[in-house]
């Protein structure tokens, strides 16, 4: 319980700093960022003239400058080194072409070509059908009123279109695209696209986000269930090692009980997240309770790494103090909090760990092999490496006869833990292939049965090995059953089927 108290306070920690950030990110800009340009480096006139800046000849007032620390980079924020921008749309409105003249956005390339052959040329760029603010429309030169720029926002543009057509977007004279009463986004581009065989059309293309639709299908339920299942069954071994009188003074039982309860935590977490839509989380919960299921589950397996080593240090005939399992003990908590905290707040590319379009780990890239599965390898790498250190151990001296029964004790101890550290390890293994796996099939999820059937199976091992293994237990529940026998005489559940 101390354990569980200590952690909760250093991510209390975690919660506060991950929402200062956020208070921080909403800062209030004078435009949209896709309006502004970078002017560092600007002759500023000084105060007697309002401290205006100078660009490329043209003067832009104070109040339409502004530092960012950020860049927004295919619809998506990027943090970049402080700069001045200006809102340079806002002196003379800005017209966007995706492509130079004579070519065309191919939707399905993402990419500019040259018109075939066969077709007609598209249109010149230098005028279009553009609204005044009397409401007439006329075919003017687009540079005695606006600012012309080539550039495509995004990678991936697309267009819009109502019953497999094309809409009629109107400019007009502020700049503003408009089709009825529906303004159209500022991060576009124009290109001619297709009509028919034969006529072009001026259309705005609009960033296409490439998000995650949430899916809560038959594999996410089942997994749900699965690590229901492995709750219970870490619940039921955690109850047992609490009651247990042999385990309740040894730090092998403190050990497993922190264990459980991790395992117990990030479980249910994971859970939570499998069967809640992003959309509906805030971006705070979104941040921070992946942060939360990381830290058990990667403490889960240090705790394991710290049994490991605790075993090699007992068959070594150290005894191990209270201050030495603290002391240990402590700083593996502490290296945890301070990796989840650490996850929360990085960027994978140009994108938050946590907190894009999931609220987990994005399985379109490898960010859970780095920040997940790769603590998780080298937890189990020094559990086997003490493990192999153990071995050797025991098989350099064979029985000392004066503390037989503790080496049995311990030994059984060593047993019934790598059986369990193995199904463990092998669980996990099936969840990287699983991953690995998933994508490369392109699917976007972590998920497929292997992995849900692997989870439940954990559950099962903890029962199978940590219980049914473990002498100390067995003798302990040996003895509830023959107390019951006693004093009842009623047939109780035999619970040393396992
Ligand atoms: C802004 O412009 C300056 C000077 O040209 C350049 O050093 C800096 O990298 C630019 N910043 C961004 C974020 O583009
Ligand atoms: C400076 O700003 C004041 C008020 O905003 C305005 O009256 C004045 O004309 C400005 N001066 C220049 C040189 O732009
Ligand atoms: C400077 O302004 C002119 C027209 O006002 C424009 O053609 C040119 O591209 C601008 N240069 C830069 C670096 O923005
Ligand atoms: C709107 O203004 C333009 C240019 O100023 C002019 O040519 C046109 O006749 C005007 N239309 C109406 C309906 O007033
Ligand atoms: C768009 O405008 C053109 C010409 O003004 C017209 O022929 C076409 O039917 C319009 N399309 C729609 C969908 O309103
Ligand atoms: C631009 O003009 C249109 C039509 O006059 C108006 O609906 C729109 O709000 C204006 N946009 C801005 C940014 O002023
Ligand atoms: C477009 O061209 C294809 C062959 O290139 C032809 O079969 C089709 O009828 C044409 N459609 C129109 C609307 O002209």
Known sequence: MRISLATAQFVTIGCLLAMTQGIHEEARHPCAFIDTVNITGSYNMGSSLNNSYVHNWTVIPRELVTAYDFIIENGIRVPAKRHLRACICKLRPCVRFCCPAGQFYDLEERSCLAAQEQLPPPPGQSHMAVQLHNGTQLDIELRSLFSVYEETPCDHMKAYTKDNTYLNWTLHENGSIIHRDYLFSKHYCFSPLLIGNSSWSWQPLACAPEKLRFVLGVREWTYAVCLLICIISMFIVLIVHLLCSDMRNSFYGVAIKSYTTCVIFGYALLAHLTLHDPANLSTAACRIIPSFALLFLVLSFYILSFIA??????????????????????????????????????YHGSRLVFGGDTCWFDPRNWSIMIYFFAPVFVACAISCFFYVLTLIRISDDPDIDAEKSFESLEKNRLKSFWKFFTYTALTWFVCVCSFAFNHYREERSHLNYAVCLCTALHGFAALYALIGKNQQIQNFLRRIEENNDEDTCENSVPMSIY
């Open 309 to 346: 080593f605790k075993l090699y240090v007992s068959f070594n005939g150290v005894v191990f103090t209270k201050p030495m399992f603290w002391l240990i003990f402590g700083p593996i908590v502490l290296i945890a909090v301070a990796w989840s905290v650490y996850v929360g707040f990085s």
